[in-house]
C-alpha cells in the first residue's frame, strides 16, 4: 500500500487508470449519484482524469466529484 500511494504522489490518478478501469465494478451499470446539491442519475461510465466519475445522461456525460453513489438496483 504504501508504494501505490508514494506512486500516486508522484505521477497522480492518471498513473492508475487503466488498472482502475478493468476492476471497476460500476462501470456501465445505472447509478444514482447524490452530494448536498445535485443529484444525477445514469450510467457509470468510468473516471476522468482528475478521479471524478463520468455519467452519461439523457442530457450527456456529466462529471460527479464528491458524495454518495448507488447502484440503481438498490435504489428505493
Same mark, same amino acid.
Given at each position: 500500500?504504501?508504494?501505490?500511494?508514494?506512486? +500516486?504522489?508522484? *505521477?497522480? +490518478?492518471? +498513473? +492508475?487508470?487503466?488498472?482502475?478501469?478493468?476492476?471497476?465494478?460500476?462501470?456501465?451499470?445505472?447509478?444514482?449519484?447524490?452530494?448536498? @446539491?445535485?443529484?444525477?442519475?445514469?450510467?457509470? %461510465?468510468?473516471?476522468?482524469?482528475?478521479?471524478?466519475?463520468?455519467?452519461?445522461?439523457?442530457?450527456?456525460? %456529466?462529471?460527479? *466529484? @464528491?458524495?454518495?453513489?448507488?447502484?440503481?438496483?438498490?435504489?428505493?
Amino acid at each position: 500500500l504504501y508504494s501505490t500511494l508514494v506512486e +500516486f504522489n508522484k *505521477q497522480g +490518478f492518471s +498513473f +492508475f487508470m487503466k488498472q482502475w478501469s478493468e476492476n471497476d465494478a460500476l462501470a456501465e451499470k445505472a447509478i444514482r449519484a447524490h452530494s448536498a @446539491n445535485q443529484t444525477i442519475d445514469g450510467i457509470a %461510465k468510468g473516471l476522468g482524469p482528475r478521479g471524478e466519475l463520468l455519467i452519461e445522461t439523457p442530457e450527456g456525460l %456529466k462529471s460527479f *466529484q @464528491n458524495g454518495s453513489v448507488k447502484l440503481q438496483s438498490t435504489i428505493e
